[in-house]
């Protein structure tokens, strides 16, 4: 327990505002943030779209606190339609990975976000910015377009999800935004997701549909 005001809550990690530019982001799980802060301050030299780093300590983060929604929630509000939530979105990965990676263990190698989904970008007063950079690696950048796809589809194909159509037709859109490279990056970003100990079995089981949706699409 904080005591301070809680603000937002995700599959790992808290959100509690500290005051009025900045907030606490503390993992329940204990994982450590630390790797999490160094990949965040190395694409900030690079003026990426992050939110400020101001401390780590252990499983807490100290970081900018933002204005704005995500784009999700833009959607549903018509701020933003699905053409320009697509062209962002690509148009982030984009920008993501003409940069350097830190280690580059490959040629080729770029960070890669592994989770960049409308959820996890924000719109705000300065632009759109990527939040939650705990599952970023390095690698090849078509695999980080392909598991955007891939989450995507997740969704889309998903019968009883109340957002199904709307993912799909993102999801047509973005394929469209980042051309080949969902189609180059699709199996091995496929692999990555049926790995996640977040994923149910059914959601496990969908993942050849929604491989196949995916082709179909892009």
Same mark, same amino acid.
């Given at each position: 327990?904080?005591?301070?005001?809680?603000?937002?809550?995700?599959?790992?990690?808290? $959100?509690?505002a500290?005051?009025?530019?900045?907030?606490?982001?503390?993992?329940?799980?204990?994982?450590?943030?630390t790797p999490?802060? #160094?990949?965040?301050?190395?694409?900030a030299?690079?003026?990426?779209? /992050?939110?400020?780093?101001?401390?780590?300590?252990? *499983? @807490?983060?100290?970081?900018?606190?933002?204005?704005?929604?995500?784009?999700?929630?833009a959607?549903?509000?018509?701020?933003?339609? !699905?053409?320009?939530?697509?062209?962002?979105?690509?148009?982030?990965?984009?920008?993501? %990975?003409?940069?350097?990676?830190?280690?580059?263990? %490959? &040629?080729?190698?770029?960070?890669?976000?592994?989770?960049?989904?409308? #959820? +996890?970008?924000?719109l705000?007063?300065r632009? &759109? !910015?990527?939040?939650d950079? +705990? +599952?970023?690696?390095?690698? &090849?950048p #078509?695999?980080?377009?392909?598991? *955007?796809?891939?989450?995507?589809?997740?969704?889309?194909?998903?019968?009883?999800?109340?957002?199904?159509?709307?993912a799909?037709?993102?999801?047509?859109?973005?394929?469209?935004?980042?051309?080949?490279d969902?189609?180059?990056?699709?199996? #091995?970003? !496929?692999?990555?997701?049926?790995?996640?100990?977040?994923?149910t079995?059914? @959601? /496990?089981?969908?993942?050849?549909s $929604?491989a196949?949706?995916?082709?179909v699409l892009?």
């Amino acid at each position: 327990m904080t005591g301070l005001p809680l603000i937002g809550t995700g599959r790992q990690a808290d $959100v509690f505002a500290l005051d009025e530019r900045r907030v606490l982001r503390r993992y329940r799980d204990g994982t450590d943030a630390t790797p999490e802060a #160094e990949i965040m301050t190395h694409l900030a030299r690079f003026d990426f779209p /992050i939110p400020q780093v101001y401390e780590v300590r252990g *499983t @807490d983060l100290i970081l900018e606190r933002l204005d704005g929604t995500t784009m999700t929630e833009a959607f549903t509000t018509g701020r933003i339609d !699905v053409a320009a939530g697509a062209a962002c979105l690509a148009g982030l990965h984009h920008r993501l %990975h003409a940069l350097p990676a830190r280690t580059a263990r %490959h &040629p080729g190698d770029r960070i890669l976000h592994r989770d960049l989904h409308p #959820e +996890n970008v924000l719109l705000t007063s300065r632009g &759109p !910015v990527v939040i939650d950079w +705990n +599952n970023a690696a390095e690698g &090849p950048p #078509e695999v980080d377009v392909a598991l *955007t796809a891939v989450i995507l589809g997740q969704v889309a194909a998903d019968p009883a999800h109340p957002m199904a159509s709307a993912a799909r037709s993102f999801l047509t859109a973005f394929a469209r935004a980042a051309g080949a490279d969902v189609p180059a990056g699709l199996d #091995e970003a !496929v692999l990555i997701r049926a790995a996640d100990p977040a994923l149910t079995s059914d @959601d /496990i089981a969908r993942l050849p549909s $929604v491989a196949a949706l995916i082709r179909v699409l892009s």
